[in-house]
């Protein structure tokens, strides 16, 4: 359990550190894609249970110090998306195309979700997801493509990120 | 103080991420650069020729200037030194809008300094520094919705209003807290710049460029939008403004 949260952990900041520095160069109308959410959704996912949440909130409070948002505030989202991926462990079958677009599109729409449970809570020092402008739908359309390519490039890391329980 | 402390250890690595992004874009680009450079040479020497005239002619402006500054009893101005820094990141997710520069506090670099940028020959406002590690700072953008800046026409009326983002690069910033009266006086295209009456931006430097006028019949006030002086999505290198304290003019 040890191993899989510490590689995740550690993948995950990789992964916000690319989307900082490396990602503005495919940013579709400036919305870049959030491969660290599709990351922890398949490890949450696969994983079950604990290993999931303690990465996402793990990596999410890295990713805290390294934006502008209060502190706490991506260590909350990434906790509850990996919550909530965690409790679909087992209930579908994990195919290379359909599952994981529909996991990335809801997974970008579950975070809007907690940032705006943020916003009702602590109000506007919280910034959070219009569902009438676009930038929501485009990284939601951008993650949902990107999704199975990702999942596909997670699959001989498995050893590394997923518990003996979780490979059974 | 824990903020800085994560910043300063995660900064190091976005650092280590920047310069490898860096030299990979810098690589595949440098081919096409040297072709533009050598068009951009000849451009140059010619700007050269004209701006060493433009030089004497500016000499004798600056005499001037300090002479009439001090009949006028002005002769102190507050300096401000220019800290050039790299953007080496930006925010890692697209809800908030950090730039994050290579500069921290050993570099001299404090909490809510202005930062200020060149494009196309003009100096704009870029934002503030609201973090700083011991390398690298974080930079809250002026489009950031929770960015406000005291500002007022460059010419004319000199209307004061509060500048605000949207909070998209793209986005137009809003000019609120406009006086009604000045409704006819203010022109598409006119420049808005920092008033300096807060301690964190110096003033005159331009914000943006007036885009439209919004009024509202039960307001008081109206609100002018405005596009922004800089292409945020292009600005490579900023200049943190640190304030000197007053000195004798030297210029």
């Given amino acids: 359990m040890i191993r899989s949260v510490l590689f995740s952990t550690l993948l995950l900041l990789l992964c916000s550190f690319a989307q900082s520095t490396w990602f503005g160069a495919i940013a579709i109308f400036g919305v870049i894609p959030d491969i660290g959410l599709l990351v922890l959704i398949w490890v949450s996912y696969i994983n079950g249970r604990i290993e999931g949440p303690l990465s996402g909130f793990l990596s999410g409070f890295a990713e805290d110090f390294i934006s502008a948002s209060p502190l706490g505030f991506h260590a909350f989202i990434k906790t509850a998306i990996s919550a909530s991926a965690s409790l679909l462990h087992g209930t579908f079958y994990i195919d290379k195309l359909l599952l994981p677009i529909a996991l990335g599109f809801s997974g970008t729409i579950a975070k809007a979700l907690a940032a705006g449970i943020l916003f009702l809570l602590f109000g506007s020092k919280i910034h959070t997801y219009s569902l009438i402008d676009s930038p929501l739908w485009i990284e939601s359309a951008y993650n949902a493509i990107l999704a199975p390519p990702i999942f596909i490039l997670l699959s001989p890391l498995r050893r590394f990120l997923v518990t003996e329980r979780g490979r059974r | ?251």
């Avoid at chain 2, 680009?29 to 072709?35: A, F, M, N, W, Y």
């Avoid at chain 2, 009949?71 to 080496?88: E, F, M, N």
């Avoid at chain 2, 209003?161 to 910033?173: F, I, K, S, W, Y």
């Fill in chain 2, 1 to 251: 103080m824990p903020e800085s402390l994560g910043l300063s250890i995660l900064g190091f690595f976005q650092r280590g991420f920047a310069a490898v992004g860096g030299f990979v874009s810098d690589s595949v680009t440098s081919i096409s650069e040297l072709r533009k450079l050598r068009a951009n040479y000849q451009e140059v020497t010619s700007k050269l020729e004209r701006f060493t005239n433009i030089e004497r002619g500016l000499a004798d402006l600056r005499e001037e200037n300090k002479r009439l500054k001090e009949q006028l009893g002005y002769s102190k101005d507050i300096v401000y030194r220019r800290i050039a820094a790299r953007i080496i990141a930006k925010d890692p997710e697209n809800l908030y809008s950090t730039i994050t520069i290579d500069k921290g506090v050993g570099d001299g670099i404090r909490k809510n300094m202005a930062v200020i940028a060149f494009q196309e020959g003009l100096e704009g406002l870029v934002g503030r520094v609201v973090e700083v590690g011991r390398g690298t700072s974080k930079i809250v953008p002026l489009y950031d919705s929770k960015s406000f800046v005291a500002s007022r026409l460059a010419s004319g009326t000199r209307t004061e209003g509060l500048v605000g983002g949207l909070g998209a690069p793209g986005d137009p910033l809003l000019m609120r807290f406009v006086k009604k009266r000045t409704k006819d006086e203010v022109q598409f295209g006119d420049l808005v710049v920092t008033t300096g009456f807060d301690s964190t931006y110096p003033a005159d430097v331009a914000v943006g460029r007036i885009r439209k006028v919004r009024e509202l019949e039960y307001q008081t006030s109206i609100d002018i939008e405005l596009d922004p002086v800089m292409d945020f999505s292009r600005i490579e290198y900023v200049f943190v403004i640190r304030p000197e304290g007053p000195q004798e003019d030297t210029r």
